[in-house]
C-alpha cells in the first residue's frame, strides 16, 4: 500500500502520540531517535516521517535539511514535521520549544523540501496569531501541504469570518500555473522535439513526495497518445519536487527523441504529472491539474498545452 501513503505521522510515543508526556519513559533523546529511524527503516526510501516539533528534529539532525541533500533518500531528507496547536499561542502550545526564535529558522529553512501539516487546536485572542495576517504567512513561510479541515472550529470560523479560509484551502500544498510554452511546430520521426514551457508555483509548498513529468503526444487522427518522460531527477527545473513558489516562473527545457516508428500526422500537446507508482499512474484523479482553465483533460487526466506539432518526412517539409 505505499503508493496512497503521503506520509507517516510518528506517534507512538505519549499523549496523542506527540511525543511528550509518555507515561513509559519514551520520551527521552534516545528513545525518540531510535524510534524515528526504526519508523523510517520500515517504510519506502521515497516517503517521509513527520514528528511533532523543530526541537525534536534538531536533537536527531542539529544541521537543518538545505537544497544541498533534499529528497536524496537520507534519513535527514526524509524527516519532516507536523504542527497540532498551530497558532494556538507565541510558541504553539510548546512546538517551538525552548528556543523560539532558533527553531522556526531551523523549520523555515528544512521546510521547502519536507512535508509540513497538521491541525490547529485552540484560539488565544490576545495574542492575535489565529487571525488571517499571521496565519497566511506562517503557511507561506513553513511551506504547508495539508491541514485538518475539521479540527479546530474556532480557528477554521474565525478565517471564515475574516475572509482568508478559501485562500488557505486553494493555496495548501501545490498550486501550479502554466505561464506559457514554446515548440518546434514540425519534427521528424526519429528526430527530436525541443522546446519548453513555464511554470510557477502560486501555492504553499512542491509536492514532496516523487512525482512524474511527461509530454504526451495525441494522434489527432487516431487519438493515439505517445508519453515521453521529460523528468530529471535531482534537477531544479525537470523535477516538480523544487518548482517552489519562490522561485516564480520556471522554464523547464523540453528535448525528447521521437521514435522512427512514430506514424506522420498532426498531434496536439499534452503535459502530464503520474503518480509514478505503476498502479496509480494512468489514473486521472492522481495526476496533477494545472491551475489554468481550458486545459485539464478529466478523461485522460492530462494537461493540454493548446500547441500542435506535425510530424513529417525530411521531404515533406
Known sequence: NADVIAVLQAGFIGAWGEWHSSANGLDSRANRAKILKALLAALPQNRMVQIRTPGYMRDVYPEPLTLSNAFDGSNLARTAHHNDCFLSNRTDAGTYEPDLFALKRYLATASPFIAVGGETCQVTPTEHRSDCPTALSELTRFHWSYL????FKGDLDRWKQEGCYA????????????VSSSFATQASPGGNLNGNFVIRNVGYASPFNPRGL??????????????FSILQSGSKTNDPRFWLPENGN?????????????????????????????????????????????????????????????LSTVADK
Do not use: C, H
Not at 486553494?170 to 498550486?175: D, I, M, S, T
Open 214 to 227: 511527461e509530454l504526451v503526444l495525441r494522434n489527432r487522427a487516431t487519438n493515439q497518445r505517445y508519453r
Open 167 to 178: 485562500k488557505i484551502a486553494r493555496n495548501l500544498g501545490y498550486r501550479f500555473q502554466l
Open 250 to 310: 520556471i522554464t523547464v527545457p523540453v528535448s525528447v527523441n521521437l521514435p522512427r516508428t512514430l506514424p506522420l500526422g498532426l498531434y496536439n500537446m499534452f503535459l502530464n504529472l503520474p503518480d509514478p507508482s505503476p498502479t496509480l499512474a494512468t489514473i486521472p484523479a492522481y495526476s496533477i491539474r494545472l491551475a489554468n482553465q481550458r486545459t485539464w483533460q478529466p478523461q485522460i487526466g492530462l494537461n493540454a498545452l493548446l500547441r500542435t506539432v506535425r
Open 148 to 151: 485538518n479541515a475539521f479540527f
